[in-house]
């Protein structure tokens, strides 16, 4: 069944990741998974690491690691603005490991309720998520 589209676009700090027209979006905030439809009812919401993915058919799926961000959904669009988003297969497990690596030390050294070691955590968090998108399983 065909579902009315709507307009979708995905920012990071170096420029347009992706824009273009969907049936759906699925994604992940702060307070748990979210699917969008069009005409859906106003949202502002924070984004976790996740397998974003965007629907432009029911079959047809474009898929992304997305990082942290914030999700704007008004007027019938969805604006997507993210610390970063990658295809799966952009991904490099080998490297994400390695960050993961080094976030996993930051953690382990920084003073607990400290910035640093809440960015640490954030990094951890994205970094699993990460590996799991490269090595093809969702998150």
């Given at each position: 069944?065909?579902?009315?589209?709507?307009?979708?676009?995905?920012?990071?700090?170096?420029?347009?990741?992706?824009?273009g027209e969907v049936e759906m979006v699925s994604t992940r905030t702060t307070v748990g998974s979210i699917g969008l439809l069009a005409n859906h009812e106003p949202?502002?919401?924070m984004l976790d690491p996740v397998e974003l993915r965007l629907y432009e058919t029911e079959s047809d799926v474009r898929?992304?690691?997305q990082g942290e961000g914030?999700?704007?959904?008004?007027?019938?669009r969805a604006l997507l603005l993210v610390e970063e988003a990658?295809?799966?297969?952009?991904?490099d497990a080998g490297d994400l490991r390695?960050?993961?690596?080094?976030?996993?030390?930051?953690?382990?050294?920084a003073e607990e309720g400290s910035e640093a070691a809440?960015?640490?955590a954030r990094d951890k968090r994205r970094w699993e998520t990460f590996i799991a998108i490269a090595e093809g399983g969702a998150s």
């Open positions: 069944m065909a579902r009315t589209k709507f307009p979708v676009e995905i920012l990071s700090p170096e420029g347009e990741v992706w824009s949202v502002l919401a898929r992304f690691a914030y999700l704007q959904v008004a007027g019938n990658h295809a799966p297969e952009d991904l390695e960050r993961l690596r080094r976030a996993e030390q930051e953690l382990e050294s809440r960015t640490a």
